[in-house]
């Protein structure tokens, strides 16, 4: 490029639209780096283990640690460094791991752009730009890179992003700036990070990854932390109202215990800080990261990508999911089925008018022919190709002059050509009832055209209507063109655009779920109306609204349409976002689906917003949670699933980490208030809580579904984690874990065990309790019986590792001489074996009363269409 210090914004348009070949544009890939800005690494596995001592649970810990080393016990002491290093072990590499598949799905996550390379425009990564490559820019997209804009129509970007300007920006690329133009006014530039809100252009790269304007701000950018997602603050709110009943709980104890003689004021507290750091849930966050972190790998898997790790857990708890048509519900492959042309109109001049009009590329590669853009402009291109016809010569022999590019608020498109017998040509291409009024066509006949319309439509066409204007005056390149009038209607087009594989499936399983689908599209009514009856969507005579109607209701009719409706046609932008809103307002837990700029408040308001990933705009994605790979609505059902998943295994952890915590203070509370010695000793209470809180919790994060998660309804977004049958649960197994360990306790030193055997056996009993609890966790309605524990052999090994740990601890010299264990005789360990299944018969009679309860209630299925 030329060595000219004239800062681009100021400088004529030079340059060329043919771009660069494929080797130069490597030759300066490798010279100027990737087109990307700096981006926060991934932290090391070091970071991540110091991160985790952060916790206000581990400073009780390490007052713990001193408390010990001031006593004079240095077992205890080198016991509690050791849980420490371990939990920030098993912390740390979670993190690590969640953090590095975070970074991994980011990467699937790219902006692309339209370059020339090669004498072709090609969608590519926009990592792979270099200065001088010709960029095309369309609505929706995010400008890849610092542009200096060659030509330009009807260009409009939003750019507060960059500036703060909340309007869209009119760019033009002919104007001549001062080299002093401030960033806000430099209307011939677009600036990488900006959108394009309407209108297309072409721009020579003049800068990127960190020389662009964005770049600049990048470094600073980096050093803002990101704010908790609002399911984590809430459960980390939940941590600490248990932490402090715990420890407060813990403090009275050990104020009993020392009250009663026997202890003395050092050894009550360092007793009271054990078991309330054995009884807090401290790995409650780590569990909770993984369960998520194990969610989104599935989902990736099922071409679910998760940009928010919360949003997991919200699609799983959605009431609603409001849809595209085209790319979601159907396959976005549309073909001409039908040709209606005009009296005298033959059907190279509907091929004509489909190239010209058309934004699209169509060439042939390895023998097929391969598309680029927009489905119904390439599906015009492929019915000229039929009639002989190719977009690049009827450009040679009809030079585009201008363009109104389409745009769904005006639902046509033009172009303006040099006409061959002079003067300028417009051919336009629209919805019929839009493009009809433009015609030169008596009342009867649009009547005509329109019957032939919703003939089409009634068999599940895409209806597009063709017209051709002549004689216009010639018009400037960078003029805006006025709205084409007084045309001749050139004929009709139907394109088909099938239903995707497993979509009515798909429906139908919401449905079973409990969970509305809307279908919200901008075709015709009536075809509308048709791929609905298909989906299962409507039955009978129920009704489309449309977008006049939508626009004409009043609230309370609003509310009355949300309430009993569910396909909605000829829908604009601002009224998929009011339908969003009223859906909100009536209670619901809203999922959208959008692929363009303008879902992408829609997208935002909703509480979980999916964004398409083929078709889908940058806009678009950036404002969604979620990301589809395959545009698919069946994925979307998919993740549902999973998200139902996820929240049931959290419910799970917590389950488990709350149920052994409630028995440790049971326990001890019991023997205390009885004036027994202190049942076990706070290394024993850690040792407790490390095989409790270690393995075992985390494997649960992995458990598979319990049933068919989607034959349930949705649970209501108000329920908090800990319900009333999480808390009935808990309750029934801390009492009996924690009554039936006192009653062994006691019977032991009334039998004259000698008191260090009397909490050896104890501690194992506890164990013991702790692997039969786990098993009644893994289902929350079901027995245990009703699934093997094959079927989850991570949790199962976990569960198998610490109970031969506790064994090993057992009959180690080591682990005797810091636990105070020993071996038991046979006979104690039948008695012990047959002890810990208490805790499994009380929760399965709990169940089973339940079941019989829930067996009289209705069904999650909602009725068909809804």
Avoid at 457 to 484: D, F, I, S
Wanted: with cysteine.
């Amino acid at each position: 490029m030329p060595n000219d210090p004239t800062p681009w914004h100021a400088r004529l348009p030079s340059g060329s639209t043919d771009g660069l070949t494929g080797a130069e544009a490597e030759r300066r890939l490798a010279a100027d780096g990737p087109n990307r800005l700096p981006q926060a690494s991934v932290p090391s596995l070091a970071a991540l283990l110091l991160r985790q001592f952060a916790s206000p649970l581990i400073a009780v810990l390490l007052v713990a640690a001193l408390l010990s080393l001031a006593v004079g016990d240095r077992k205890d002491a080198l016991f509690i460094a050791a849980v420490l290093l371990l939990n920030a072990l098993v912390g740390g590499l979670q993190e690590w791991k969640a953090e590095r598949r975070s970074h991994a799905l980011r990467q699937l996550l790219r902006v692309q752009a339209l370059v020339r390379r090669d004498g072709e425009v090609v969608l590519c990564d926009a990592e792979t730009l270099v200065v001088g490559d010709a960029v095309w820019l369309e609505s929706g997209q995010v400008v890849p890179a610092d542009l200096r804009l060659l030509s330009s129509h009807n260009l409009e970007l939003d750019e507060a992003l960059l500036t703060g300007e909340s309007l869209p920006v009119h760019k033009h690329a002919q104007a001549q700036l001062p080299d002093d133009t401030p960033l806000a006014e430099r209307c011939t530039m677009a600036h990488a990070g900006t959108t394009v809100a309407r209108g297309r252009g072409v721009g020579l790269v003049v800068a990127t990854g960190q020389a662009t304007e964005v770049g600049r701000l990048a470094s600073d950018l980096q050093t803002i932390q990101p704010g908790r997602p609002p399911l984590l603050q809430r459960l980390d709110r939940f941590s600490r109202n248990i932490g402090l009943l715990v420890s407060l709980a813990a403090l009275a104890v050990g104020w009993l215990a020392m009250a009663r003689g026997g202890i003395s004021l050092m050894e009550a507290l360092l007793f009271a800080v054990a078991l309330a750091v054995s009884a807090i849930p401290e790995g409650l966050p780590v569990a909770l990261t993984v369960a998520l972190a194990v969610a989104s790998h599935r989902m990736a898997q099922r071409q679910v990508i998760v940009r928010r790790l919360p949003a997991v857990e919200g699609l799983g708890s959605c009431t609603l999911i409001a849809s595209d048509k085209t790319g979601t519900l159907t396959c976005n492959q549309l073909s001409v089925e039908r040709v209606l042309p005009a009296d005298g109109v033959a059907l190279e001049r509907l091929a004509r008018a489909a190239v010209l009009c058309n934004e699209a590329d169509l060439h042939c590669r390895d023998g097929d022919w391969v598309g680029r853009g927009d489905p119904t402009d390439v599906a015009l291109l492929q019915f000229a190709r039929q009639q002989g016809l190719s977009r690049e010569r009827a450009l040679l022999a009809e030079p585009q002059r201008n363009a109104i590019p389409f745009e769904p608020e005006h639902r046509f498109a033009a172009s303006f050509h040099a006409a061959r017998t002079g003067g300028i040509s417009v051919l336009v291409k629209g919805a019929p009832e839009r493009l009809l009024p433009m015609c030169n066509a008596s009342p009867a006949s649009q009547r005509h055209w329109l019957e032939q319309a919703v003939a089409l439509a009634g068999e599940g066409l895409r209806v597009l209507a063709l017209a051709e204007g002549r004689g216009l005056e010639p018009l400037g390149e960078q003029a805006t063109p006025p709205e084409p009038s007084r045309l001749e209607c050139l004929g009709l087009l139907g394109l088909m655009d099938p239903l995707r594989p497993g979509a009515a499936l798909a429906v139908q399983r919401c449905h079973e779920a409990g969970i509305r689908v809307w279908m919200i599209t901008g075709d015709h009514p009536i075809t509308a109306a048709a791929i609905a009856r298909q989906l299962g969507l409507l039955q009978g005579r129920d009704a489309v609204v449309e977008g006049r109607e939508l626009e004409q209701a009043s609230p309370r009719q609003l509310q009355r349409l949300v309430a009993s409706r569910c396909v909605f046609a000829r829908m604009a932008p601002h009224q998929k976002l009011q339908l969003v809103q009223a859906a909100q307002r009536a209670g619901h837990f809203v999922a959208v689906t959008g692929d363009g700029v303008n879902d992408a408040p829609a997208l935002r308001a909703a509480q979980i917003g999916i964004a398409m990933g083929r078709s889908g705009t940058d806009v678009a994605r950036e404002a969604a949670d979620l990301v589809l790979a395959d545009d698919g609505f069946a994925s979307i059902v998919a993740g549902i699933e999973e998200g139902r998943i996820a929240y049931a295994n959290v419910r799970k952890v917590i389950a488990l980490l709350v149920s052994s915590g409630a028995a440790e203070i049971v326990l001890i509370t019991l023997a205390v208030a009885s004036g027994l010695p202190l049942p076990l000793l706070p290394v024993q209470l850690l040792w407790l809580n490390l095989a409790t809180n270690g393995v075992q919790d985390v494997a649960l994060a992995f458990e598979p579904a319990e049933g068919d998660v989607l034959r349930k309804r949705p649970r209501p977004p108000q329920e908090p984690v800990f319900d009333r049958l999480m808390r009935q649960r808990t309750v029934l197994a801390a009492l009996v874990m924690g009554v039936v360990g006192f009653a062994l306790y006691a019977a032991l030193l009334q039998r004259g065990w000698p008191l260090e055997q009397a909490r050896n056996a104890l501690l194992l009993q506890m164990v013991l309790f702790e692997n039969v609890q786990i098993g009644n966790c893994r289902l929350e309605r079901h027995s245990v019986f009703s699934a093997s524990p094959l079927r989850s052999p991570l949790l199962l090994a976990g569960t198998a590792a610490a109970f031969a740990l506790h064994v090993l601890m057992m009959h180690s010299s080591w682990g005797q001489h810091l636990l105070g264990t020993g071996p038991l005789p046979l006979q104690q360990w039948l008695v012990q074996l047959a002890l810990s299944l208490s805790v499994l018969l009380a929760v399965e009679l709990q169940k089973w009363i339940q079941r019989r309860g829930d067996r009289g209630s209705s069904p999650a299925n909602t009725p068909p269409g809804c």
